[in-house]
């Protein structure tokens, strides 16, 4: 069936620093990938999106692409802040009225 | 455009209650999703409705379960409660057209 992986946390790092999150996916067809991010005490939120292969989806410095090819969708940002600490969730939507979500990855950005 | 609401935010109940949770949708989407969250487990999907209908269904026992009203409004029930039911309940609702899900805030359920 359809999974999602990411890779485990916690992931820590210095104000500025780079961030790759990876996420790696089994579906058949071809699915809507998206990065949900999730605040202390809050629900999730979507960061962004992409719904085929090549797509580049963007929000707040965040990018990830759709790689069919490696099925992938690696979360990076060029320069982390202190309020992007959370946790960072990968999702894919494949069709049958059903999200599958990653186990989540925790960040946390040190000032 | 008000976002996804959910009542309660915290429950506190007692082994072997029942206990329900309601979630009302973005205006105009008619799709609801239901999701455990737990640190454990992660974010597990319990199920998703569409206009008043049940049209997929997660990996949980039958003591748990759910509803559509007409106004797209939905509640999920717990019955016979058991301590590792202690949880996030999230719900989040989405419209048809681009399957984006807009998560409420959850309710927090702990069991004691």
């Known amino acids: 069936g359809d999974s999602v992986t990411q890779m485990e946390g916690p992931v820590t790092l210095s104000e500025e620093a780079f961030l790759t999150i990876n996420c790696t996916y089994t579906a058949t067809g071809y699915p809507s990938l998206f990065w949900y991010v999730q605040y202390p005490g809050e629900g999730l939120q979507l960061l962004l999106k992409a719904t085929k292969a090549d797509d580049k989806g963007s929000n707040k410095g965040f990018e990830a692409t759709y790689r069919k090819e490696t099925t992938s969708f690696h979360l990076e940002k060029g320069s982390v802040q202190v309020s992007d600490s959370a946790v960072y969730f990968c999702a894919l939507f494949s069709g049958t009225y059903k999200y599958i979500f990653g186990t989540g990855t925790r960040l946390k950005v040190l000032a | 455009k008000a976002g996804v609401t959910q009542t309660p935010r915290y429950l506190i109940k007692t082994r072997g209650q029942q206990v329900t949770l309601s979630c009302s949708p973005i205006s105009g989407h008619r799709s609801v999703s239901w999701y455990q969250q737990t640190p454990g487990q992660g974010l597990q999907f319990l199920f998703e409705?569409?206009?008043?209908?049940?049209?997929n269904k997660g990996n949980f026992p039958g003591r748990f379960s759910g509803r559509q009203f007409s106004n797209s409004r939905s509640e999920m029930n717990v019955s016979t409660l058991e301590l590792g039911d202690s949880a996030l309940y999230l719900c989040?609702?989405?419209?048809?057209?681009?399957?984006?899900?807009?998560f409420g805030p959850g309710t927090r359920l702990t069991v004691t």
């Open positions: 409705y569409f206009s008043e209908t049940q049209r």
């Open positions: 989040a609702s989405s419209s048809t057209s681009d399957h984006e899900q807009y």
